[in-house]
């Protein structure tokens, strides 16, 4: 006789675990590559697209992004394709990483290794 | 009641203790400090060093320097060592027949084998040939797969790929059929192409099984006999990996060489011998063994171990006005080590652990410029300077200040050129020997162990714990507690081991694991520390018996290393003497024993109303 677990039963996962990306909407491109380095990397990505007016500099949404996401990690996308990664456990003010759109690629593989736990591209 | 400094220049640190001396003969000890020594022991350049520390020590003692009525220094002869490293193996891949770079994302898993095929020409190729596509730099991920769908969608056996970027992932997800890719692969442009060749990967945390066995190469790929043979040291090469290529050239091969080295001449009592370097450090210590004691050691020009001795003789000469020709090398020692060096031939930046003999040599001499020393030193402090006796006799009598020491008793004073042994009775030192190969040494090994290119860094993780940093805000120590900080650390340092230093958390780059380091470094001091301590042993011990000896006081700079004291009482368990780290005076640790000796020698020779030195 096995043990059945109740709880798991009766919640209903809405969406599975994912880092979460907060792009704003014009910066389409950098979103695809950031995207591709999660993808790469394995983990599980989700994406909420920012219209113009509402999108913030890429730390404040990345942070946002970070609390939303259960990886406790998020990216945030500007307007001119600059990207951050942020923890949801670190200082609003403190970024894990930044960097420009030609390196957006490399700012997807870095998110999805802070999930998996190994050391960051350089 | 006289106040008096005793002054101990070391090779790399200058100590002194400051004592109170009674007219009866009782010490009463004030005070000590210690400071860098300024330039080479045994030189004038020490002055400076001596007058900083002797100021320091009588700080300690709250004393002036007007109060000060001597200053006894030890015969401070100088030592010059050198350290070389020979690397004696590389590994060749000739005509591009193998990859083994094992990245860390590869896509689809299993075993293909077809044709090497451009990506560009793939639309050229005839159904129902199997082929494996070699996607080249530029080439975007969709486009990639893309086309391998719509070849394979007109009946195109596509079955694997080798690509340039690090996309295999993203490339292998959006295959109708997913097969076998190995990517990163810096130099495509060098894979052959229109050559049989054969691409596989592994599951997830699993390791390749046909592409690391020379009969799974020999199936895929149809060889005889003899072509197995010829094959087998790319299958061994590829062993443990998650995902490997082998491509079937004509004259493709994965040989490990030999790298001459030269040779090394050892010169000793019992008759002179050569020995290539490339035999490994067994081979040049057996030499060693067989005509000690050593009277001189050369290399062969144009060689790192000949440039290094040259250079150690030439350095020496130089310090003391002697002919290089009359420089006698006493003692080298070789070890087994290893250096990360890139693949020649690779095509994907692959690194091979090649093997290396390291070799440290030292001489020293009993001519040294003491008395120009002992006179610059009145003139800057002031003060009466007198030199004391032998150096190891003073070493001995500090480090009988240790609670519970008796003799006989065996010094090991571990510095950072040079491991010295003394073995004394009551009476004195019966016997002393200076040995090649110490912390500088051990520094080396981890140095170039571990592909650092970073002697600072190498020199902190000898000295200092490992920790695995685990999260933003917790590292993994190596016992496995854990250790929180308060601000969150740097991205470059999540998921790394660092180094514990004085400076705060230095990570340690590359992608070795914490145990994998910890095991570089205690089989660095291993390799050293207890090899010498044997070695030194065994050439003071009466009768060459260790169990002879009942007191072993290890003392020196390296004596504070948190691990080599308790390696040698480890390897000296057997014999049934106590060993231990020194504490002299029951206060300083293994340090401070010949500027302490120096006062205590002093004292008894006043108390027996003699003159000590000159």
């Avoid at chain 1, 590559?33 to 983990?43: Q, S």
């Avoid at chain 2, 004691?293 to 002697?322: F, I, N, Q």
């Avoid at chain 2, 070799?359 to 002031?382: F, K, N, Q, W």
């Avoid at chain 2, 640790?589 to 006062?599: D, E, I, Q, S, W």
Wanted: proline share 5%; hydrophobic share 45%.
């Amino acid at each position: 006789m096995g043990v059945r677990d109740r709880g798991a039963a009766t919640t209903t996962r809405a969406v599975p675990p994912a880092i979460v990306v907060r792009c704003a909407e014009d910066a389409a491109a950098v979103l695809r590559d950031v995207l591709a380095g999660v993808e790469e990397e394995g983990v599980p990505v989700r994406v909420e697209l920012v219209p113009g007016g509402d999108a913030r500099d890429a730390a404040t949404l990345a942070f946002a992004a970070a609390r939303a996401s259960s990886l406790d990690v998020g990216v945030g996308i500007d307007r001119e394709g600059a990207g951050c990664v942020q923890h949801a456990k670190r200082p609003e003010d403190r970024p894990a990483l930044t960097g420009p759109r030609e390196r957006a690629r490399l700012l997807g593989h870095n998110a999805a290794r802070l999930v998996t736990g190994i050391p960051v591209k350089t | 009641m006289t106040l008096v400094a005793g002054v101990d220049i070391g090779n790399s640190t200058t100590e002194a203790c400051v004592a109170e001396l009674a007219a009866s003969g009782e010490v009463t000890y004030l005070g000590s400090a210690l400071a860098p020594t300024s330039g080479v022991k045994g030189t004038a350049d020490n002055v400076e060093g001596v007058v900083t520390v002797v100021g320091r020590a009588l700080a300690a003692a709250g004393r002036r320097l007007a109060e000060l009525d001597t200053v006894l220094v030890n015969e401070a002869t100088p030592v010059i060592s050198g350290l070389a490293m020979e690397t004696i193996t590389e590994t060749i891949v000739t005509e591009s027949t193998m990859i083994g770079h094992n990245p860390d994302t590869p896509g689809g898993a299993g075993l293909g084998v077809g044709t090497t095929v451009d990506f560009g020409a793939l639309g050229e190729c005839a159904p129902g040939e199997p082929v494996i596509c070699v996607v080249g730099a530029g080439v975007d991920f969709e486009d990639a797969a893309h086309g391998l769908n719509a070849a394979v969608a007109r009946g195109v056996e596509v079955a694997g790929a080798v690509v340039h970027a690090d996309d295999a992932t993203l490339i292998v997800n959006r295959l109708d059929s997913p097969v076998p890719v190995v990517d990163e692969v810096t130099l495509v442009e060098k894979v052959p192409l229109g050559m049989p060749a054969a691409v596989e990967v592994a599951e997830q945390g699993r390791t390749i099984r046909t592409l690391s066995n020379s009969y799974g190469i020999a199936t895929v790929f149809g060889l005889d006999a003899e072509q197995t043979r010829m094959v087998a040291p790319v299958a061994r090469a590829l062993v443990g990996n998650r995902s490997a290529v082998v491509v079937r050239t004509p004259e493709g091969d994965v040989t490990g060489r030999r790298i001459p080295a030269g040779s090394l001449t050892l010169a000793g009592e019992r008759g002179t011998r050569s020995v290539a370097v490339d035999e490994g450090a067994a081979e040049i210590m057996g030499v060693l063994r067989g005509v000690r004691p050593l009277t001189d050691a050369s290399g062969e020009p144009g060689t790192h171990v000949g440039g290094m001795l040259a250079r150690v003789r030439d350095t020496m000469s130089e310090l003391t006005g002697t002919e290089p020709a009359a420089v006698r090398i006493q003692d080298v020692l070789a070890v087994d080590t290893f250096v990360p060096q890139r693949v020649t031939g690779a095509l994907a930046g692959e690194f091979a652990l090649e093997n290396a003999v390291g070799l440290a040599a030292m001489v020293r001499t009993s001519r040294g410029p003491m008395r120009l020393l002992a006179a610059r030193l009145r003139e800057a402090l002031g003060v009466d300077v007198l030199i004391g006796g032998v150096e190891a006799d003073m070493a001995v009598l500090g480090a009988l200040t240790t609670p519970g020491t008796g003799t006989p008793v065996a010094i090991l004073d571990l510095g950072g050129g040079s491991t010295d042994a003394a073995v004394a009775e009551r009476t004195g030192v019966t016997r002393s020997v200076h040995l090649a190969g110490a912390g500088d040494l051990v520094t080396k090994l981890i140095d170039s162990e571990l592909g650092l290119d970073n002697r600072e860094l190498a020199e902190d993780i000898k000295k200092y714990p490992l920790a695995k940093a685990e999260s933003f805000f917790h590292v993994r120590m190596e016992d496995g507690t854990a250790r929180f900080v308060t601000e969150p650390l740097p991205a470059e340092t999540f998921a790394r081991v660092v180094v514990l230093s004085d400076a705060g958390m230095r990570p340690v780059p590359g992608r070795h694991s914490l145990e994998k380091i910890r095991q570089v470094r205690r089989s660095a001091k291993h390799k050293v520390f207890v090899v010498n301590a044997l070695r030194a042993l065994e050439q003071v011990a009466p009768g060459g018996n260790l169990r002879q000896i009942g007191f072993v006081v290890v003392l020196g700079g390296s004596a504070l290393d948190f691990e080599v004291p308790d390696l040698i009482a480890e390897a000296v368990s057997g014999l049934g003497i106590v060993c231990g780290t020194g504490n002299v005076r029951g206060s300083e640790g293994p340090r401070n024993a010949v500027a302490t000796g120096l006062v205590a020698a002093h004292a008894l020779a006043a108390g027996l109303d003699q003159a000590v030195g000159e």
